[in-house]
């Protein structure tokens, strides 16, 4: 079975960054063939909202994904193959990015896929707290 582990989340000021980290174990990412990892938020009041995720394939960084302008410009995600573990660094922080971020997995086939669509991925971490806040 997968687990991803998501951690790193905290209370920070606005303007400030933090990094979070989703590890994964249960399996080894490079024996996927084709799938996508990626991070959400549950903002309070809101839908759960993609952020970023990155498609591999076999075993090599695809294609990375942002779900709009202003987190492409703030948010950063990465992955350490070696490690097991997909990263998403966030600067310059808002109080409206106050929430709970879950990193996802998403097996895919051959076919299209969505990239934030949240009840098409297959795993989820339990989520870290992000707190920005003066």
């Known amino acids: 079975q997968v687990q991803l582990v998501e951690s790193g989340g905290g209370s920070v000021q606005p303007g400030g960054s933090l990094r979070l980290s989703c590890a994964a174990s249960?399996?080894?990412?490079?024996?996927?063939?084709?799938?996508?990892i990626g991070w959400f938020r549950q903002v309070p009041g809101k839908e759960r909202e993609g952020i970023s995720c990155?498609?591999?394939?076999?075993?090599?960084?695809?294609?990375?994904?942002y779900e709009n302008d202003d987190m492409r410009g703030r948010f950063t995600i990465s992955r350490d193959k070696v490690k097991n573990t997909v990263y998403l660094q966030m600067k310059s922080l808002k109080p409206e990015d106050t929430g709970i971020y879950y990193c996802?997995?998403?097996?895919?086939?051959?076919?299209?896929?969505?990239?934030?669509?949240?009840?098409?991925?297959?795993?989820w971490g339990q989520g870290t707290q992000v707190t920005v806040s003066s």
């Open positions: 249960g399996f080894t990412l490079t024996t996927l063939d084709y799938y996508a």
């Open positions: 990155i498609s591999i394939v076999d075993g090599s960084d695809g294609s990375t994904y």
């Open positions: 996802a997995v998403q097996i895919l086939d051959s076919g299209s896929w969505v990239p934030f669509v949240a009840e098409e991925y297959d795993y």
